[in-house]
């Protein structure tokens, strides 16, 4: 699988944006994903994650209500709707897919359980 992550950019705080991630292969909706990001200095953390059904979607405390992850199995695309941003979303954000066929929250928090990634956007939000 071959990811590719889209859709950042510059915003200000209250403001909103909507990230892409365009998966390349026909095991795309087999898979898990999620949305990690890395802020300068700080080390990767979990954001958002969705089984590879859609019936299962996770999210860190920090986002929960202001951002909605979603999948379009069709197109092979997943996205994160972000509003109400803040300047501590800033960060670079990856997209990732986990092959396992069963999920939970704990596999789909941590990113060592994902096998492909993204290349990353940047998210800046200015206050």
């Known amino acids: 699988v071959q990811l590719q992550a889209s859709g950042g950019g510059l915003v200000q705080a209250g403001g909103s944006l909507r990230l892409s991630c365009a998966a390349s292969?026909?095991?795309?909706?087999?898979?898990?994903m999620g949305w990690f990001r890395q802020a300068p200095g700080k080390e990767r953390e979990f954001v958002s994650a969705?089984?590879?059904?859609?019936?299962?979607?996770y999210y860190a405390d920090s986002v929960k209500g202001r951002f909605t992850i979603s999948r379009d199995n069709i197109n092979n695309t997943m996205y994160l709707q972000m509003n109400s941003l803040k300047p501590e979303d800033t960060a670079v954000y990856y997209c990732?897919?986990?092959?396992?066929?069963?999920?939970?929250?704990?596999?789909?928090?941590?990113?060592?359980?994902?096998?492909?990634w993204g290349q990353g956007t940047q998210v800046t939000v200015s206050s």
């Open positions: 990732a897919a986990n092959s396992r066929s069963y999920y939970s929250a704990s596999l789909l928090r941590a990113g060592r359980h994902y096998e492909y």
């Open positions: 292969g026909r095991t795309f909706n087999s898979n898990n």
């Open positions: 969705i089984s590879w059904s859609g019936g299962g979607t």
